[in-house]
């Protein structure tokens, strides 16, 4: 039963960073073939992909964000993380973290967290 959890702060300064944490429970983030995803929704818009940990460690990022983008991971508490640096408002969205066999196709969501900048 694989379970997955986001947290970290709800309200972020603009220009500072937005950091979050997805912890895995019920399977391992090294599965071969699995990959790790961090997904954005903003206030009445679209899911939006940020990027993705594979399964050997190496991550991947939307073109859009690569820059201010990072992605890792700490196997040994099963976890993998985003920081988005630079955030402004338009940055304010639900983010969740997802796995499955594809990149970017699904077998396990988390419940998503909401993530305001603001001053």
């Known amino acids: 039963q694989v379970q997955l959890q986001e947290s970290g702060p709800g309200l972020v300064t603009p220009s500072q960073t937005l950091s979050l944490t997805c912890t895995v429970s019920?399977?391992?983030?090294?599965?071969?073939?699995?990959?790790w995803s961090w997904i954005r929704q903003p206030p009445g818009k679209g899911l939006e992909w940020i990027g993705a940990?594979?399964?050997?460690?190496?991550?991947c990022y939307s073109p859009s964000l690569k820059s201010r983008t990072s992605i890792s991971r700490d196997t040994s508490k099963n976890q993998f993380t985003l920081e988005l640096s630079s955030v402004t408002p338009e940055d304010t969205a639900v983010y969740y973290c997802?796995?499955?066999?594809?990149?970017?196709?699904?077998?396990?969501w988390g419940q998503g967290t909401r993530v305001t900048v603001s001053s």
């Open positions: 997802a796995g499955g066999e594809n990149l970017k196709r699904y077998d396990y």
């Open positions: 940990m594979s399964y050997s460690g190496r991550p």
């Open positions: 019920g399977g391992s983030i090294t599965t071969n073939y699995y990959y």
